[in-house]
């Protein structure tokens, strides 16, 4: 062991590392050091200082294995560069947030929700055909952002979800649906339009499919240089309290990972310069939307048209809710030390949030029998500039959350191993009160029918409630286009037509210029 520990110390020494942290790390990792870079050897020392030795505990001698254990400091190095703040944060935070679910802490102690302050639009009135003009001529001035990190096995599809029609009469997939519609919008929003920006967010699972499915079908119409691909990586399970990483069981020089959520798309952004890019060039908004909405960019025009009208930093597109109904609640939270934001609140923390804090009834319908706190469908408006300095003093990060599967009441085990998570749409909980927060409510036919379920799940949900299928989604579409169509066509919508020749876009539809596409 002697002899082992004097050619460790030797090791670290040419690499100017103090041996110190090497006495208490296992020995199976001390043997190992000579295989590893200086680079890979300051991993190893900040996991055995992060209390994570265990990882090591079942390495064999060197000559064996070898390529593999350096393919662990691989992947490990990857989880640190991809995490703001690295593998260190990491570990620190969800020390943190475990402590705290294991001690029942509340994230709302303290909060009173309130109804905030936003739009409310009514398809075709003056007021939304107004919003919509603005919106159409501001959409030169925007970039769009797709988060589509996941696969349609749970809808019974064997791809990507973009990649699923979303009707059956043309046989459109969704990001056919998506350029297109973004391609109407650069068409009409202005004399000297340029090309509007399209990045999409994916994953392991779906990096390559995407890649396939752009380049099998030309971009569908857009140029490929407009189309930017961020893949998002995967952060590292945990298997207890102490945020101790959790070793694949196929593979001891494996850490078990899983997704990291959404809200990865904003550090991914802030990584990429892409902002800064955008910024030098004159853009303003930032659209994120997600994968497998049909209707949605028939509402996107007029709540843009909201944004810059009413100068909002974040915009939450919104539908009109049901008390209780299964969708998150846009709600203003008011602590008691005066501290306030404007975020989306869980339906199923939404109600004892509020029966907590003075309401008895809790989440109750109005007098126009809807909650009087607005449905989030996460989609959101972003004002780049406001977006840039908050994520500047970020790095990127977004609040995350931890929600552990306990074996008991002690909450001293999991069931399966845990990770933490973030949403894009908490990004206003780091905002400061000055932040115009806001959102905008359009009509569900209009704005909302996600592909979620499949036939079979699709078929045990109440009567009365949303099925959220392929079918239900197509049938929406129709649904949707019927009852614009038996609009009127006012004045400025006959303008726009003619003004700009349109009908050479098919299947998508942007409001009061949805005539182009029939």
């Known amino acids: 062991m002697a002899s082992t520990v004097g050619s460790t110390s030797n090791i670290l020494s040419k690499l100017n590392i103090d041996a110190d942290w090497a006495v208490d790390a296992p020995p199976n990792l001390q043997q190992n050091l000579s295989l590893l870079s200086p680079q890979q050897i300051e991993l190893a020392k900040m996991l055995v200082e992060m209390g994570q030795s265990h990882v090591f505990e079942k390495w064999t001698e060197p000559g064996v294995d070898d390529d593999e254990k350096r393919a662990f400091f691989d992947q490990m190095a990857r989880l640190n560069a991809s995490y703001p703040g690295g593998l260190m944060s990491y570990i620190q935070t969800a020390r943190q947030l475990l402590a705290d679910s294991k001690a029942g802490k509340n994230p709302f102690d303290g909060f009173t929700p309130s109804v905030p302050s936003g739009e409310v639009l009514t398809f075709g009135d003056d007021n939304f055909v107004q919003f919509e003009n603005i919106g159409v001529r501001e959409a030169r001035n925007a970039a769009f952002v797709l988060v589509a990190g996941g696969l349609g096995e749970r809808l019974g599809f064997n791809g990507i979800k973009v990649a699923l029609p ?11 649906h998506y350029i297109e519609s973004i391609l109407a919008l650069q068409d009409v929003s202005g004399e000297h339009q340029g090309e509007i920006p399209l990045v999409i967010m994916t994953s392991d699972d779906t990096h390559s499919h995407t890649v396939e499915l752009l380049e099998s079908n030309g971009y569908f119409g857009m140029k490929s240089t407009q189309v930017k691909l961020l893949k998002q990586e995967k952060v590292a399970c945990l298997d207890d309290n102490d945020a101790r990483f959790s070793v694949d069981p196929h593979n001891k020089y494996r850490i078990q990972t899983k997704p990291h959520g959404h809200g990865d798309v904003h550090s991914l952004l802030y990584s990429s310069g892409l902002l800064k890019e955008w910024h030098e060039a004159g853009l303003r908004w930032v659209l994120f939307f997600q994968d497998t909405n049909g209707l949605l960019f028939k509402a996107i025009p007029a709540a843009l048209g909201v944004s810059a009208s009413k100068q909002y930093h974040v915009n939450s597109l919104a539908v009109p809710r049901k008390a209780k109904e299964a969708i998150g609640g846009i709600a203003k939270l008011t602590h008691a030390d005066g501290r306030t934001m404007v975020i989306n609140v869980e339906y199923n923390q939404l109600d004892p949030l509020l029966r907590a804090t003075g309401y008895p009834d809790g989440d109750v319908n109005c007098e126009n029998r809807y909650s009087p706190f607005p449905g989030n469908i996460n989609q959101l408006i972003f004002e780049l500039g406001p977006y840039i300095e908050e994520l500047t003093k970020t790095g990127g990060s977004i609040k995350e959350f931890v929600n552990p599967k306990y074996k008991d009441s002690s909450k001293s085990a999991f069931k399966s191993s845990t990770r933490l998570e973030c949403m894009m749409q908490d990004y206003p909980k780091t905002l400061p009160p000055s932040a115009r927060v806001g959102f905008t ?5 209009l704005a909302y029918a996600p592909v979620k379920n499949n036939p079979e799940d699709a078929a045990k949900v109440p009567k009365g409630n949303p099925y959220h299928s392929a079918t239900s989604g197509e049938m929406a579409i129709y649904r949707a286009n019927s009852l614009i169509l038996r609009k009127p066509i006012t004045a400025d919508a006959a303008w726009v037509l003619s003004k700009h ?18």
Not at 166 to 176: I, N, Y
Request: proline content about 0%; some cysteine.
């Open 166 to 176: 979303a009707e059956s009469t043309s046989g459109t997939c969704f990001l056919q």
């Open 441 to 445: 409510v359009l009509d569900t036919w």
């Open 501 to 518: 020749k349109l009908g050479t876009r098919s299947g998508q539809g942007l409001g009061i210029t949805q005539r182009q596409f029939f």
